[in-house]
């Protein structure tokens, strides 16, 4: 991509609406801009970012047996009624009414609808078990939008539902699911804490959020030092295997949020025990009968038996990730992109365009980067080298590769790390086998 033809509208001056520093970091990368409190449109390189978070998501996802969809946005008021949430919900909830006067709603969440889909699809327990999920837009009506798009109204989620026969069947998809997010976390450079929720109304253990620790988290958060010293991505993981040890490994040591945690009474020594702010990324829920009871969802057991259906929903925060990841890697300069999520993996920093040699070693160079399968974004613009550097810095590709016409007289370019800030010159050969290799 050359930046002479990219829209990528940087800002030097730090935009006075935001208080933290992924909002920041996004405006002034030209990565999102505000259309009206807590609704975001995604510029190109803040859609970029996305996207690949919402790959890693879909991989993870369907790596763990899960199968996508999408549903709508709109649904209608009545299906809210069924499960009684239509009222519960409150202000958060956007109602609208259609030309013929029916009432609809933007989802806030999907129970609803994949109940119903699933209920007038599904009669047997042969069909059983399945989880199901799509990577959507939600609306909630957030009293307080906030931080970017951390907490926006409109945000983008996935969430997956899955459907058992009976209680042991939805603790081993429960389990999926909690491996699966440590997997997903993990491969975006984050260290993600499950941490035991409130479940609300119906009771029981099955309900973890997934937090990863940043000053500016909304949350206080405590959890056992161990907890955050885990490679998660060091075993493969076979989704079909009994993955219980591996949730009670990970749920035998202690982390709460505030409205858990009791400082009198914390099993955990004191130093041991992390203290911090947390993010939730990521919620993971069973729901017992509850969706399934109030609509009718149900199945046939082999005995000849009808049973409700229990299921379970698990939130990924898919557009708060982005934020989330800028709160947990940046510096005074600007974004440090892990190299799985970032917008382009290398930044090529032509010093001299109007150098010919200079223009034809980087039209070079950036052919056998993207030959090779990089994303390069190719600076071509006739700014400073100092603005170029800055403008580099702040958007944060893992790798700076900077041209310019002595070093190409003499065969020679130098490369960046972004995240250690360390500069080595190499000849042009090394730099593409670094690279690449
Ligand atoms: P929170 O406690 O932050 O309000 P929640 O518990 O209401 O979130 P869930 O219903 O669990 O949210 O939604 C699943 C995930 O969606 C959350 O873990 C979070 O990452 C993300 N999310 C929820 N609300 C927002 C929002 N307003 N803006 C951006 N992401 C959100
Ligand atoms: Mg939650």
Redesign the pocket.
């Known amino acids: 991509m050359r930046l002479s033809r990219y829209f990528m509208p940087t800002i030097k001056e730090t935009p006075s609406e935001a208080q933290i520093a992924s909002h920041r970091l996004m405006l002034r990368a030209g990565m999102i801009r505000q259309s009206s409190a807590?609704i975001y449109s995604w510029l190109p390189t803040g859609f970029r970012v996305l996207k690949r978070i919402e790959q890693i998501v879909r991989e993870e996802m369907n790596a763990a047996g899960c199968h996508e969809m999408l549903m709508p946005t709109i649904q209608p008021a009545d299906l809210w009624r069924e499960s009684g949430r239509y009222d519960d919900y409150g202000p958060e909830m956007l109602r609208i009414k259609d030309r013929h006067d029916r009432d609809m709603l933007y989802g806030?969440?999907n129970e609803e609808q994949i109940t119903e889909i699933f209920r007038n699809a599904v009669k047997s327990y042969r069909d059983l078990p399945r989880n199901l999920y799509h990577i959507q837009w939600?609306f909630?009506d957030?009293i307080r939008?906030r931080f970017g798009?951390?907490?926006?109204?409109e945000?983008?989620?996935k969430?997956a539902y899955s459907f058992d026969i009976d209680y042991a069947s939805a603790k081993r998809s429960y389990n999926k699911m909690f491996v699966s997010y440590l997997r997903v976390f993990a491969r975006m450079g984050l260290k993600a804490v499950p941490m035991a929720?409130e479940s609300g109304p119906i009771g029981g253990d099955l309900s973890h959020?997934?937090v990863i620790l940043a000053d500016t988290g909304?949350?206080a958060v405590y959890c056992h030092r161990a907890l955050l010293e885990r490679d998660v991505l060091g075993s493969k993981i076979d989704f079909e295997s009994n993955l219980e040890p591996i949730v009670a490994d990970w749920t035998s040591h202690y982390a709460a949020t505030d409205d858990k945690h009791d400082p009198d009474n914390c099993p955990v020594a004191p130093g041991d025990l992390v203290t911090a702010r947390g993010?939730?990324?990521?919620?993971i829920?069973y729901s017992d009968t509850k969706y399934s009871d109030a609509m009718n969802c149900r199945v046939d057991t082999p005995d000849g038996q009808s049973v409700a259906v229990h299921s379970g929903?698990y939130?990924?925060?898919v557009?708060?990730?982005v934020g989330?990841i800028i709160e947990a890697s940046h510096d005074d300069d600007g974004i440090i992109w892990p190299e799985s999520v970032a917008p382009f993996a290398v930044g090529l920093i032509d010093l001299k365009p109007s150098d010919d040699a200079c223009a034809a070693a980087c039209d070079d160079l950036y052919g056998k980067l993207v030959a090779a399968g990089l994303e390069v974004l190719h600076d071509d613009t006739d700014d400073r080298a100092g603005a170029k550097f800055a403008a580099m810095d702040l958007i944060g590709l893992p790798w700076q590769l900077i041209v310019g016409p002595r070093g190409v007289k003499e065969g020679k370019v130098e490369l960046k790390r972004r995240a250690t800030g360390e500069r080595e010159e190499l000849s042009i050969e090394a730099a593409i086998s670094k690279l690449t290799g």
């Open positions: 807590g806030p969440t939600k909630r957030e939008p798009i951390m907490r926006g109204r945000f983008y989620m969430d929720a959020e997934f909304e949350s993010i939730e990324v990521g919620h829920f929903s939130g990924i925060g557009s708060r990730l989330a």
